[in-house]
């Protein structure tokens, strides 16, 4: 087993669906390295194996549960690579860009590609980006808060 889930471990923000903000740069771990890893997450988290796909990163579920902790009217910023704004069909990421079309608005993009942010991250070009959840309450239907 590779997650060991701890019952105590933050149990007030498990449950939470109404933050004003999230603040993050998500892990980059890629189902093609580590299959066991998204095997565990897809049994723990129900909107996982909704959102799944062979050839996605662990970072796309990040932002898709980071927007749905977020209440209406929240705000989503993280620092990621910008592979994914390229990537097509066949990566996973289409299910990401759908989701973050229909539960936000897209406020900000700042493209970080000639700036080296992480000197120990060989070849990532980043970006910084701003999502406002738009104000209608409509998630996945099974998404699972815990």
């Known amino acids: ?33 580590n ?26 579920w990040s932002i898709i549960l980071g927007i749905a902790k977020l209440r209406p009217g929240g705000k989503l910023c993280y620092i990621t690579t910008r592979c994914w704004l390229d990537k097509g069909e066949k990566t996973g990421v289409e299910t990401l860009k759908n989701f973050i079309l229909k539960e936000s608005y897209l406020s900000e993009i700042i493209d970080l590609r000639n700036l080296t942010v992480f000197i120990s991250a060989t070849g990532q070009e980043n970006i ?11 998630f996945f239907s099974s998404i699972d808060h815990s």
Do not use: W
């Open 1 to 33: 087993m590779i997650i060991s889930r701890k019952e105590n471990k933050l149990p007030k923000f498990q449950h939470k669906i109404d933050l004003d903000f999230v603040v993050g740069n998500p892990p980059y771990v890629a189902n093609d390295t």
């Open 35 to 60: 299959p066991e890893l998204f095997r565990e997450i897809r049994q723990l988290f129900t909107f996982c194996n909704e959102t799944y796909h062979n050839k996605m990163d662990l970072f796309y």
């Open 128 to 138: 910084i980006f701003i999502l406002e959840k738009k104000s209608k309450k409509y």
